[in-house]
């Protein structure tokens, strides 16, 4: 049965089919622009694949996108290619070439979801990676770094001066430049402190006290200044300089110089792992970089504060801190005392105490002091609230609670002191936990000089008095630019 149908029927159809065609390809390449038309990122182990850092954002030039990569140390590292998300964009390499590096130079087709693309580097170079989004494909070139500052490394205690530099303060996206599990913030400071992060399993690190520092005092990915005329600062852990130039467009950044020592102690801190020095038990209750503060792990003694509740609550002359330094002189051995900083021990104060509570209430606890009314011990700060001037603050040791209001100092309490040893005048056994006296230096003894030999034969002790010949007595003394320890 034949179907007749006006010529101007058919017509209107094709016109109908064709206008929905062109429709149909017009938002197809409008979806297909709208792929292309957002921010192209490079995201691989070197920022533990955080990708949309704005440091990490590839410029764009056409159908291509870049982006280069300063300073890239010697080693194996891998990436890809990814949008504000990888629904976005998600662009690796064949799977032929999984976990095998390319070569530099060479153009190599890229695909969708494809496997992680690899680049191994001999040594620094700066790394331009180029995605040509027309071919789809891939390459990186290398060129040779800018040139390093004079000094690029600090070890701890030496001056840093970089008045007038730049910096790149990265927050979120350090680790792919330093040691894995540390993020360095380099701030520039009057005081540097390293601090840990409690809490957390990661180790954070922070240069403290931001003074003087132009575009920003906060934790945030700024560039700053370190105004003209900053004075230098001694530094009490190590830093490198590990890229950039020190100028605005190519601020440096840093690399913290952790040793084992560093980490092992730096794990330790306010741990319930119990720590060795002068044969004693004690806890790790902070570290200061050069030194560190040990807690007795159980009372040494018991003792008033006081005798009477009127006689002020203050710990300078206390019978308990008579106490205090009894035990220290009659029991802390002379090479131990010789690492002592300011050779004393001393009671923790409640906010020193509250610190420890909140890292680890476990570390406060302990046995009761022979003699002790009850199972407290005594810090050094007076009492807070009513009747205070009659009270000190003390701890209940059986939970490790700090209470600040405190107690009346004629009552009988644990005496539990701390103690603050100088890093370089010990070493740590990170396998016994255990600090002890640095190992003396054997030398040989050479053929001297009448005029040389009557220079080696003078000793100084750490205050820097002066023997002639080797001392008799128990310390740690220096000779001919050597640590020594007579017993």
Known sequence: MALNLPINSIKQTIMKKNILKTLAVTVLSAVSLTAWAVDHYVSGTFNNWAGTHPKYKMTQNGSEYSLTLNGVTAGTYQFK?????????????????????IQFGMAYVMAWSGSNIQITLTETKNVTIIYNTSATTVKVTLSDPTSSPAVTEWKVGENINLTGKYFYFDYNNMSGRADPGYYDHARYSDAIVPEPKLGSTSKYYYFENITGVEGSSSFSDVVCKIPDGKPAVAVPIGFKIKGGAGTEASPYYFELIYDKIHDAIMDLVNSSTVIKFDNKDWYLVNYGGSNVTLLAKECVAASKFKESIFDGNAYSGSIVETVVNNYYNNNISADAKAAVVDDKMFLLSTSEATTIYNANPEILKCNQAEGAEHNHWWLCTPGNGANSNEKAAVVFAESGEVYAVGAALNHTYGVRPAIKVDLSKIEFNTE?????????????????????????????????????????????YINNHQKYFVK
């Open 81 to 101: 290619i990814k949008g504000s998300t990888w629904d976005d964009i998600n662009y690796g390499i064949s799977s032929s070439y999984e976990n095998k590096s």
């Open 432 to 476: 016994t936990n255990t600090f002890g006296p640095a190992a003396a230096t054997s030398v040989a003894t050479p053929t001297l000089s009448p005029a040389d030999a009557a220079k080696s034969n003078i000793w100084y002790d750490l205050n820097g008095r002066h023997y002639q010949g080797k001392p008799t007595m128990p310390g740690v």
